[in-house]
Nanobody
Framework: QTQLVESGGGVVQPGGSLRLSCVYS????????MGWFRQAPGKEREFVAS????????RYADSVKGRVIISRDNYKKTMTLQMDNLKFEDTAAYYC????????????????WGQGTQVTVSS
């Protein structure tokens, strides 16, 4: 069964950093576009960042631009999201996602999803 497994969430103070990881279980995902999404309580899920299969195309939501970096290592079957200068409004469950098509990820409708990892920014 196709799996995407996130890790790295936790509780951090404002201005702090976290590094989220998403490990995928199938070689197929090495040729898929991937991305990160988040959902805060009472809010709709929103796009955070995306990366093409080769890592050449990147996109970030305006709300995180300049504070996060998305990357991937297809040999290690891992995608990461480095988040710096975290803010209260970054508190959410973060989800890893993948799809054959990059535009599908960007549009927010990837076919495959992980279970999520919680990020809480609190003083």
């Amino acid at each position: 069964q196709t799996q995407l497994v996130e890790s790295g969430g936790g509780v951090v103070q404002p201005g702090g950093s976290l590094r989220l990881s998403c490990v995928y279980s199938e070689d197929t995902f090495g040729s898929y576009a991937m991305g990160w999404f988040r959902q805060a309580p009472g809010k709709e899920r929103e796009f955070v960042a995306s990366i093409s299969w080769g890592g050449r195309s990147l996109r970030y939501a305006d709300s995180v631009k300049g504070r996060v970096i998305i990357s991937r290592d297809n040999y290690k079957k891992t995608m990461t999201l480095q988040m710096d200068n975290l803010k209260f409004e970054d508190t959410a469950a973060y989800y890893c996602a993948a799809d054959e098509r990059y535009d599908t990820v960007v549009m927010g409708s990837p076919a495959y999803w992980g279970q999520g990892t919680q990020v809480t920014v609190s003083s």
